[in-house]
């Protein structure tokens, strides 16, 4: 069935520097991926999207990247800030009326 | 406009009983996907509604159900409660508009605890 896989599960960096989130999906017919951002005790809230069609996304601090071939995509976020720190998903749709999601990325960023 | 509604925001159950949760999506969206949420397993998809028919349903066993009203709003029941079933319940409302992006809004969830 449809899976998504997430890497890394936790990721702490240092105020400032990059954080990279990985995502792999299993199927080949998802057209689209956004990324949701939880913060402790709230509900997740879309913050970047990519399209098939596109290779690359970018809003400010915080871009996108897909690679349809090897069915990867990935979040990029520069110049982190403590307010960054929540867990992020991934995920895919496929049309199907089902959006299918990574497991998490907890992030910390230190001051 | 109103976000997306979810009550009741918290219940605690034992096992063996059910319950019934609520969502009332945004206003003009009228497709509600269900997830449960639990620490470590991300965001498990429950089903989908569109104009009150279930247009997709997760790998969840058939305690699990829901239903959709003429107004949008919707409902999903848990019955013979188990102690896995522990979670939080967030509800996603979506314009749903075919192929292309499914926004989700999601609501604040509701917390169930089974004792």
């Known amino acids: 069935g449809e899976n998504v896989e997430q890497h890394p599960s936790t990721l702490s960096v240092q105020e400032g520097d990059s954080a990279v989130i990985k995502c792999t999906y299993s199927?080949?017919?998802?057209?689209?991926f956004p990324w949701y951002k939880q913060e402790l005790g709230k509900r997740p809230q879309l913050i970047i999207d990519i399209r098939s069609n596109v290779g690359e996304k970018k809003d400010q601090r915080i871009a996108v990247t897909l690679n349809k071939t090897a069915k990867h995509f990935s979040l990029h976020i520069t110049e982190t800030q403590p307010e960054d720190s929540a867990v992020y998903f991934c995920?895919?749709?496929?049309?199907?009326?089902?959006?299918?999601f990574g497991a998490g990325t907890r992030l910390f960023v230190k001051a | 406009k109103a976000g997306v509604t979810q009550t009741p925001r918290y219940l605690i159950k034992t096992r063996g009983q059910q319950v019934t949760l609520s969502c009332s999506p945004i206003?003009?969206?009228?497709?509600v996907s269900w997830y449960q949420q639990t620490p470590g397993q991300g965001l498990q998809f429950l089903f989908e509604?569109?104009?009150?028919?279930?247009?997709n349903k997760g790998n969840f066993p058939g305690r699990f159900s829901g239903r959709q009203f003429s107004n949008s709003r919707s409902e999903m029941n848990v019955s013979t409660l188990e102690l896995g079933d522990s979670a939080l319940y967030l509800c996603a409302s979506s314009l749903a508009m075919g192929s292309g992006a499914n926004v989700l809004t999601f609501g604040a969830g509701s917390r169930l605890t089974v004792l």
């Open positions: 206003s003009g969206h009228r497709s």
């Open positions: 995920a895919a749709y496929t049309g199907g009326f089902k959006t299918i």
């Open positions: 509604y569109f104009s009150e028919t279930q247009r």
């Open positions: 199927d080949s017919a998802s057209n689209y």
